[in-house]
């Protein structure tokens, strides 16, 4: 079962990418625009990715959504470029565009010939700095905005239960709502907030440019300071505190009703995310994911799916890179005949056996080979590359950590497997369920 795009940003068991082959380069300009770019002469192609350091973990109650409705807004056209133009020229030059927004951040990216990138480096830079709606676009937009939290959380299942789990896990508003906001917000944000937060956060010392592709790094560094090196730096806001208790006095529980046949329900644990690169437990809890649902062999797919039969389909996820609060979730549904009761006793007994038992170092060994599999199978997607140093650097991190992290997860035990297992208890449980209307 595939979990919502917004904690699944980065499975580092599945992205790194780094390879003695793609030299990395890294400039910072004046105005504290971060440029880093690696090298990949395969194909006469480059991606752009332009990373800004704001999402809706930078939000407050009452003025949800406001990250993700800015993204949408980028598209509508600057002092020089009309709304809808930048789509356009961009796919005159054979290239394509798109952007997202999760908690942390908000990307625009860029595939295109390589010949194009100046063109592109143009656009971007004047979306940072001259961005122009009209009122009348920007209530145009929001009905789309609205509609697309419809089809995204509210009519779909797995994303609804989500929602109800972040809602029913935290306490602080900006981890407890979906990036793209909630409805009632939706429906009183005005064209100046979006103004504000636009002259608040965009902005090139709050920004990090990620080309990867068929450049030459000292080619690349002229052309960002011709386009982005007149741009002025702004004082930023600081990002607010959003740290709550991974602890409390008893689980969390939710129940809802929503579209669905089946049944289904999430349970969670408040666990800690990487802060520091020394730690071990958050490399434990990553590699735990995989050990446990990495593949078809993994513990839970023998046992409860195949085995038992117990569940029709189950997934593990957890962010080990992040700013805020993070969880480590079980996603599943049951089999027709089993009650979610029963299916909830069956999956803590299989974490209670970790947590006593420990996994065996052929499990762990298999995670690991699968890891380093999809290492080199992902060396082949210039996105993944890119995603990861963006995530790196949107988080704290430096993109060049990249393979002391992947050190470190290749380097857990299964004691340091069993250890964290024991983290996932009754004060850290968070249960929701979705039960069909």
């Given at each position: 079962?595939?979990?919502?795009?917004?904690?699944?940003?980065?499975?580092?068991?599945?992205?790194?990418?780094?390879?003695?082959?793609?030299?990395?380069?890294?400039?910072?300009?004046?105005?504290?625009?971060?440029?880093?770019?690696?090298?990949?002469?395969?194909?006469?192609?480059?991606?752009?990715?332009?990373?800004?350091?704001?999402?809706?973990?930078?939000?407050?109650?009452?003025?949800?959504?406001?990250?993700?409705?800015?993204?949408?807004?980028?598209?509508?056209?600057?002092?020089?470029?009309?709304a809808g133009e930048y789509v356009k020229r961009i796919s005159a030059l054979g290239g394509s565009n798109n952007a997202y927004t999760t908690t942390e951040e908000t990307v625009y990216h860029v595939t295109?010939?390589?010949?194009?990138?100046?063109?592109?480096?143009?656009?971007?830079?004047?979306?940072?700095?001259?961005?122009?709606?009209?009122?009348?676009?920007?209530?145009?937009?929001?009905?789309?905005?609205?509609?697309?939290?419809?089809?995204?959380?509210?009519?779909?299942?797995?994303?609804?239960?989500?929602?109800?789990?972040?809602?029913?896990?935290?306490?602080?508003?900006?981890?407890?709502?979906?990036?793209?906001?909630?409805?009632?917000?939706?429906?009183?944000?005005?064209?100046?907030?979006?103004?504000?937060?636009?002259?608040?956060?965009?902005?090139?010392?709050?920004?990090?440019?990620?080309?990867?592709?068929?450049?030459?790094?000292?080619?690349?560094?002229?052309?960002?300071?011709?386009?982005?090196?007149?741009?002025?730096?702004?004082?930023?806001?600081?990002?607010?505190?959003?740290?709550?208790?991974?602890?409390?006095?008893?689980?969390?529980?939710?129940?809802?009703?929503?579209?669905?046949?089946?049944?289904?329900?999430?349970?969670?644990?408040?666990?800690?995310?990487?802060?520091?690169?020394?730690?071990?437990?958050?490399?434990?809890?990553?590699?735990?994911?995989?050990?446990?649902?990495?593949?078809?062999?993994?513990?839970?797919?023998?046992?409860?799916?195949?085995?038992?039969?117990?569940?029709?389909?189950?997934?593990?996820?957890?962010?080990?890179?992040?700013?805020?609060?993070?969880?480590?979730?079980?996603?599943?549904?049951?089999?027709?005949?089993?009650?979610?009761?029963?299916?909830?006793?069956?999956?803590?007994?299989?974490?209670?056996?970790?947590?006593?038992?420990?996994?065996?170092?052929?499990?762990?060994?298999?995670a690991k080979t699968i890891q380093r599999t999809n290492k080199i199978y992902s060396y082949d997607e210039i996105s993944a590359r890119a995603n990861l140093m963006g995530t790196l650097e949107s988080v704290?991190?430096?993109?060049?950590?990249?393979?002391a992290i992947r050190q470190r997860l290749d380097e857990v035990t299964t004691a340091d497997i069993q250890a964290a297992t024991k983290l996932l208890t009754q004060e850290r449980e968070v249960y929701v369920?979705?039960?069909?209307?």
């Open positions: 079962m595939s979990f919502p795009r917004i904690f699944a940003v980065v499975l580092l068991a599945t992205s790194f990418a780094a390879h003695a082959d793609n030299p990395t380069t890294s400039r910072t300009l004046a105005n504290g625009l971060k440029v880093i770019v690696q090298e990949d002469h395969r194909a006469p192609v480059v991606m752009t990715q332009l990373w800004y350091k704001v999402g809706s973990s930078d939000e407050v109650a009452g003025k949800t959504g406001l990250s993700h409705a800015l993204e949408h807004m980028m598209f509508k056209g600057t002092k020089t470029v009309p295109i010939a390589a010949q194009h990138l100046p063109k592109v480096l143009e656009l971007e830079a004047d979306r940072m700095a001259n961005l122009n709606f009209s009122d009348t676009v920007f209530n145009n937009e929001m009905k789309v905005i609205r509609e697309e939290r419809r089809q995204r959380i509210d009519d779909n299942p797995d994303s609804m239960l989500y929602a109800e789990l972040l809602n029913t896990a935290w306490t602080k508003s900006p981890n407890r709502t979906s990036v793209i906001g909630k409805m009632a917000d939706l429906h009183k944000l005005k064209p100046n907030d979006l103004r504000q937060w636009y002259r608040r956060w965009y902005a090139p010392n709050n920004a990090v440019l990620v080309v990867v592709g068929d450049v030459q790094p000292e080619n690349v560094f002229a052309q960002v300071e011709q386009y982005f090196g007149s741009l002025k730096e702004r004082k930023l806001a600081d990002h607010q505190d959003i740290s709550e208790p991974e602890t409390h006095e008893k689980s969390s529980f939710a129940t809802l009703k929503g579209n669905t046949k089946q049944p289904m329900m999430m349970l969670a644990y408040r666990v800690p995310h990487l802060q520091k690169m020394d730690e071990k437990l958050p490399y434990a809890l990553d590699m735990l994911t995989n050990v446990l649902d990495g593949h078809s062999a993994a513990r839970l797919s023998q046992r409860l799916v195949r085995g038992s039969q117990v569940a029709q389909n189950i997934g593990t996820g957890y962010s080990l890179l992040a700013r805020q609060s993070q969880m480590w979730i079980i996603s599943v549904s049951p089999t027709n005949g089993v009650d979610l009761a029963q299916l909830k006793a069956v999956l803590k007994k299989e974490i209670a056996d970790v947590a006593h038992n420990g996994v065996s170092e052929a499990e762990l060994n298999r704290g991190l430096k993109y060049d950590d990249e393979n369920e979705l039960l069909p209307k």
